[in-house]
């Protein structure tokens, strides 16, 4: 809340006694000289007593609204900046074939809200993290709401890796598959969502994975910034999408983040209020992605991922990459998509969108599969958000 730092001075009307005047008129000038006096001393002590109420309340403001640090932190994060041997190291870090055997083949499967795929990717997400030497904090939010198709159970998988950290650094995707009707083509075929989106949850778990070292030593320093992990549930629309019919895991967990208290910033803060950026992967896998930048008040967040590119480019580290700029780019931009962001955007929350437009041409269609995804693509971009994370955190 702006307050003025300019405090009025009240200039006190001047008296003019000029010539001279009768004894009693002096006795009364006197007297009246006293009072103003007085009336000066009163109305010093309480400018000096109001200045003093102004600023007690003032402190007082800064610990009730919380939100105003955690935005003046936020706004004032500055990121690392790797030198060529630690990119090199990070780059290294990633591992590919684990990435498509361990992460990613357990979630190619149908996991439709509320069924049993859905329940066994859960728990492979869950177990993965789990396993891992940094220790995160593992929640299932689990919670119904009504669909076209009825009542259905949804489930958003969660890690943070300090819940006691003040602010949070949110790296996001969706695990849900959509319903397709059947294709008289090929029956028995389901949709997998190869890059809707299995393949940026196997980013995630293996970002973890390849940097489980450097997030362990980075959780005991116990820093005011942490990272976060999500796996939303539904974010597919049953029918056609709608504000109601899509979204669900978001637009739940956005509303849940809001008004869960996080004592961590201040006893008045929320979760949500302690997310400094909400990074969402989504529709990624497929070969040569454009990827544009969507907003402007996240641009100098999308200017890391464009040099991180650059430099794992120069340094020979990309595979299939023609040219230092290949997926990153500010000259295009196809307009805004609706996606899990949504619900923490419009509740003020910073976001930058790492999707592709176009959408790849396989979008929600049965060919959205394993082989229509391209392998070095998958590992440059997971390289790069390796680099991005790395030096957002100070690993
Ligand atoms: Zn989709």
Redesign the pocket.
């Known amino acids: 809340m702006p307050r003025s730092s300019r405090r009025n001075n009240k200039t006190l009307p001047q008296r003019n006694g000029g010539g001279s005047l009768p004894g009693c008129e002096r006795g009364r000038i006197l007297r009246a000289r006293v009072l103003i006096v007085g009336l000066l001393g009163v109305l010093v002590l309480a400018v000096v007593l109001s200045v003093y109420l102004v600023n007690d309340t003032s402190s007082g403001h800064v610990s009730r609204l919380p939100a105003v640090d955690l935005v003046k932190d936020r706004l004032s994060h500055k990121p690392s900046k790797a030198s060529a041997a630690q990119i090199r190291r990070l780059a290294s870090l990633v591992d590919s074939a684990r990435l498509w055997e361990t992460h990613l083949q357990p979630i190619l499967i149908e996991r439709l809200p509320g069924t049993r795929g859905s329940l066994a990717v859960q728990q492979h997400i869950a177990s993965t993290l789990s396993s891992l030497s940094a220790g995160w904090a593992i929640d299932l939010d689990s919670f119904q709401s009504p669909t076209p198709r009825g009542q259905v159970t949804f489930t958003n998988v969660i890690a943070v890796l300090d819940p006691t950290a003040p602010r949070r650094l949110l790296l996001a995707c969706h695990y849900d598959s959509?319903i397709l009707p059947p294709d008289p083509q090929a029956p028995g075929k389901v949709f997998l969502?190869a890059s809707?989106s299995a393949v940026p949850c196997a980013m995630i778990l293996e970002l973890a994975a390849s940097l489980d070292t450097q997030l362990k030593s980075f959780k005991q320093q116990k820093l005011p910034v942490t990272l976060q992990l999500v796996f939303f549930d539904g974010?597919?629309s049953f029918e056609e999408w709608t504000d109601t019919d899509s979204l669900y895991g978001s637009r739940h967990l956005a509303e849940l983040m809001a008004k869960t208290p996080h004592p961590a910033a201040s006893p008045q803060a929320t979760t949500l209020q302690a997310v400094d950026l909400f990074v969402l992967l989504d529709l990624l896998g497929g070969p040569d992605p454009l990827i544009a930048n969507h907003f402007d008040n996240t641009a100098r967040w999308f200017d890391r991922l464009i040099s991180a590119e650059k430099r794992l480019h120069r340094l020979g580290l990309l595979v299939s990459h023609p040219s230092e700029q290949t997926y990153f780019r500010k000259d295009v931009y196809l307009g805004p998509v609706q996606d899990d962001h949504i619900p923490f955007l419009h509740r003020g929350v910073p976001v930058l969108h790492i999707i592709p437009t176009p959408f790849p041409q396989f979008w929600?269609t049965l060919d959205d599969t394993e082989e229509n995804m391209h392998h070095p693509t998958v590992e440059n971009l997971t390289k790069i958000m390796a680099v991005f994370l790395a030096e957002y955190l100070g690993l």
């Open positions: 959509k969502g809707d974010e597919e929600h």
